[in-house]
């Protein structure tokens, strides 16, 4: 099952663990893509790690590898259309997978997490993890 990948946080700690499955997952799609939000995240996880030096490192390696999308104009407008969608339904999300959900739907790329809650973003192509 190739495809564009975007990946969200929760998967790259999976990576990090060294999951066979996931490496094997991100070794089979045909592009693989990171937002800069979850980009910022990974970052903000080393910073807190006890193994600081250790996981900055694992995060430049990712950051390398693969395509980092920014938010753009674009990007902001999807993410404004998506935050009323889930406010009109009482259904908020956390603000930076807001932004990820829209990076993934500017790019037409499937999102692979673990985190259900990106099923309440209509559209949303969903590996789950």
């Known amino acids: 099952m190739p495809g ?16 066979a499955a996931a490496q094997g997952r991100t070794a089979d799609a045909e ?8 980009l910022g995240e990974l970052y903000y996880g080393a910073e807190r790690s006890n193994r600081r030096n250790e996981v900055m490192a694992q995060v430049d ?22 935050k ?11 603000e ?7 990076v993934a739907l500017q790019h037409d790329l499937a999102l692979v997490t673990r985190d259900s809650h990106f099923l309440e973003i209509e559209g949303l192509k969903l590996e789950r993890w």
């Open 31 to 38: 592009e693989v893509f990171l937002s800069t939000v979850a």
């Open 96 to 102: 930076n997978d807001v932004w990820i959900a829209a």
């Open 61 to 82: 390696v990712l950051a390398a590898a693969v395509t980092v999308l920014p938010c753009d104009h674009e990007t902001a407008r999807i993410y404004g259309s998506i």
């Open 4 to 19: 564009r990948l975007l990946l969200d946080t929760s998967f790259v700690v999976d990576l990090f663990h060294g999951d």
């Open 84 to 94: 009323q969608r889930l406010r009109s339904r009482g259904r908020p999300l956390p």
